[in-house]
């Protein structure tokens, strides 16, 4: 059986979204090829994960997490299904040691877990998806996707995924509170199919906001936004993202690129930025990385790695609920050696990688554009 060519569809958006400084040159140093630097870990499967606060023992599947460090426990939080029908989705909080992390144990030990995020208003209603745990100054953050109102409504084909974003208590660590769901502007949320891969990057006073909305012109589009503007609903404050840059186009060989997990702070104003591809033949998920500045209203890719960084070869990121997918969502410096990483691991798992940091500069120094 042949593969099916899929043209690339004309972009209707293509000026109604700025580009960002080195757009051009990204899209022609990259590469469908792959040299992977992610040394694996091991993972952590459902049947050995309990939940605390819910009347099933385990998560037919626990995957997508994101994580914090705080001194020697890795506070990972994971999206989770408790059932296929409608593969309604929560998201949940474990603490392990570090050390189990990084020493294999997580291949063999139990954990326990309690849900933190469940499904409460329009904007997740169907499920609360892919979590983006970070720090902004001192605040902790959580990015979500959620399944809207609007989901399953074959009538309605706008506004189906939204990204929400809640805040960890100060007091209770355990407890977060849901404070912004993040729209376009205008006409444009009119015409947007979905919003995902989402989370806010703080750079001295500037906020910005690193999205993938996928527009009725049936593309997906990277991009940032540099202002925002604050409207107040009554269930949660609306945030509309203005002034959108677009970071990259996908290769051809591509379906769509995504941001993976919060990127690591290098430099004054600079993050290196991890970003997934989706390629038209298998649909297999693979992951790359950018040098993006951040400079006031200029949004610039410094540098980009000409090849992927990581793609789908251990059984579990092969064989899952959605084969051939690994999808980062957790970032964490360890040292000025090492960062870690989580990732779900086939729709199914969870994962942990490191990158030495040596070997990804190296792979961005390939694609130094400024």
């Given at each position: 059986?042949?593969?099916?060519?899929?043209?690339?569809?004309?972009?209707?958006?293509?000026?109604?979204?700025?580009?960002?400084?080195g757009f051009r040159e990204a899209s022609e140093i990259r590469l469908f090829e792959t040299r992977d630097i992610v040394k694996r870990l091991g993972v952590i499967s459902p049947n050995r994960v309990f939940i605390n606060n819910y009347p099933i023992s385990n998560p037919p599947a626990i995957?997508?997490?994101?994580?914090?460090?705080?001194?020697?426990?890795?506070?990972?939080?994971?999206?989770?299904?408790?059932?296929?029908?409608?593969?309604?989705?929560?998201?949940?909080?474990?603490?392990?040691?570090?050390?189990?992390?990084?020493?294999?144990?997580?291949?063999?030990?139990?954990?326990?877990?309690?849900?933190?995020?469940?499904?409460?208003?329009?904007?997740?209603?169907?499920?609360?998806?892919?979590?983006?745990?970070?720090?902004?100054?001192?605040?902790?953050?959580?990015?979500?996707?959620?399944?809207?109102?609007?989901?399953?409504?074959?009538?309605?084909?706008?506004?189906?995924?939204?990204?929400?974003?809640?805040?960890?208590?100060?007091?209770?660590?355990?407890?977060?509170?849901?404070?912004?769901?993040?729209?376009?502007?205008?006409?444009?949320?009119?015409?947007?199919?979905?919003?995902?891969?989402?989370?806010?990057?703080?750079?001295?006073?500037?906020?910005?906001?690193?999205?993938?909305?996928?527009?009725?012109?049936?593309?997906?589009?990277?991009?940032?936004?540099?202002?925002?503007?604050?409207?107040?609903?009554?269930?949660?404050?609306?945030?509309?993202?203005?002034?959108?840059?677009?970071?990259?186009?996908?290769?051809?060989?591509?379906?769509?690129?995504?941001?993976?997990?919060?990127?690591?702070?290098?430099?004054?104003?600079?993050?290196?930025?991890?970003?997934?591809?989706?390629?038209?033949?298998?649909?297999?998920?693979?992951?790359?990385?950018?040098?993006?500045?951040?400079?006031?209203?200029?949004?610039?890719?410094?540098?980009?790695?000409?090849?992927?960084?990581?793609?789908?070869?251990?059984?579990?990121?092969?064989?899952?609920?959605?084969?051939?997918?690994?999808?980062?969502?957790?970032?964490?410096?360890?040292?000025?050696?090492?960062?870690?990483?989580?990732?779900?691991?086939?729709?199914?798992?969870?994962?942990?990688?490191?990158?030495?940091?040596?070997?990804?500069?190296?792979?961005?120094d390939k694609g130094r554009i400024y």
């Amino acid at each position: 059986m042949s593969p099916r060519r899929v043209k690339p569809r004309p972009y209707k958006y293509h000026e109604v979204f700025p580009k960002a400084n080195g757009f051009r040159e990204a899209s022609e140093i990259r590469l469908f090829e792959t040299r992977d630097i992610v040394k694996r870990l091991g993972v952590i499967s459902p049947n050995r994960v309990f939940i605390n606060n819910y009347p099933i023992s385990n998560p037919p599947a626990i995957f997508n997490a994101s994580m914090l460090l705080e001194g020697e426990t890795a506070k990972v939080y994971a999206r989770i299904i408790v059932g296929y029908y409608k593969y309604v989705s929560g998201i949940v909080e474990l603490e392990l040691p570090l050390e189990d992390i990084l020493s294999g144990n997580i291949n063999l030990n139990y954990y326990a877990s309690r849900i933190v995020i469940s499904p409460s208003s329009k904007y997740d209603l169907w499920g609360a998806e892919d979590p983006r745990t970070y720090r902004v100054k001192d605040t902790v953050y959580m990015t979500y996707t959620g399944r809207t109102i609007n989901f399953f409504n074959p009538a309605i084909r706008i506004e189906r995924t939204l990204p929400v974003t809640a805040i960890r208590d100060e007091v209770d660590e355990h407890k977060w509170r849901k404070i912004y769901v993040h729209r376009l502007p205008g006409e444009l949320e009119d015409e947007m199919v979905s919003n995902k891969d989402a989370y806010i990057v703080g750079i001295g006073d500037n906020k910005y906001f690193f999205h993938r909305p996928h527009m009725i012109d049936e593309n997906y589009y990277l991009l940032i936004g540099k202002e925002w503007r604050r409207d107040v609903s009554d269930e949660i404050t609306e945030i509309i993202v203005e002034n959108n840059i677009e970071i990259m186009r996908p290769l051809k060989q591509e379906d769509k690129l995504g941001w993976s997990s919060p990127p690591i702070y290098y430099r004054k104003n600079k993050v290196i930025a991890f970003i997934h591809g989706v390629d038209r033949q298998i649909g297999a998920y693979r992951v790359f990385a950018a040098e993006i500045e951040l400079d006031g209203n200029d949004v610039a890719v410094a540098a980009v790695t000409p090849r992927y960084i990581m793609e789908p070869r251990e059984s579990y990121e092969v064989f899952g609920d959605r084969p051939y997918t690994i999808f980062p969502c957790g970032t964490a410096r360890l040292n000025k050696e090492e960062v870690l990483i989580s990732y779900g691991a086939g729709d199914f798992m969870i994962g942990f990688g490191l990158i030495k940091m040596e070997d990804l500069l190296g792979e961005l120094d390939k694609g130094r554009i400024y």
